[in-house]
């Protein structure tokens, strides 16, 4: 729902989304440099005691190949970058110009997020504030590339390996679990 309701708001605003050449190959290159970059963070994130076992303590969906095919690339990636970056980023900049613009865009990403942090019991405020820097992060991206494809892969790259690593150490805590009860 979120996805078609994005893409109404896309259509509506006649949002320049970038997607064809030559801004989509601009996209693409920034998107892969910042997507590694952001992937290289999220990996060394994990070092981190209080990182690790807040990701092994999060709560998974019950389809993980729902959520990680679907669910992250479509009803958050796609929906937030067209309706945030896309939509809203340009009647913002038409409205309030090139520096407010991407300030209210970012304002009302962190804000979006406050419901998501009371229902995983996380600080409001730092995320709202987190989200809202990754929102001007996003909008930069957008801005500086001319696609969409550019927020798009670094938001994917963000939420898929924050994913995929609580995946992965709650499978490895599931085993190591499964061990110590085998010796027992």
């Not at 963000?158 to 599931?174: D, K």
Request: charged share 15%.
């Amino acid at each position: 729902m979120h996805a078609t309701l994005s893409a109404a708001l896309v259509a509506s605003t006649r949002a320049p989304l970038g997607l064809g050449p030559p801004a989509v190959w601009r996209g693409l290159r920034l998107g892969t440099a910042t997507a590694t970059v952001v992937l290289l963070g999220v990996a060394a994130s994990t070092r981190i005691p209080r990182v690790r076992a807040d990701m092994a303590a999060r709560e998974l969906p019950e389809s993980t190949v729902g959520w990680l095919a679907v669910r992250i690339p479509l009803g958050t990636v796609w929906s937030e970058e067209a309706g945030f970056r896309a939509a809203l980023g340009t009647v913002a900049a038409e409205a309030f110009g090139p520096r407010w613009g991407p300030v209210l865009q970012a304002t009302a990403f962190g804000l979006s997020h406050v419901p998501d942090a009371k229902a995983m019991g996380e600080p409001v405020v730092g995320t709202v504030l987190v989200t809202g820097v990754a929102g001007w992060a996003f909008a930069w991206c957008y801005e500086r590339s001319g696609s969409l494809l550019a927020p798009m892969l670094t938001h994917l790259a963000s939420n898929e390996a924050g994913a995929v690593a609580a995946v992965l150490l709650q499978r490895a805590g599931l085993r190591q679990t499964s061990r110590a009860s085998a010796r027992s």
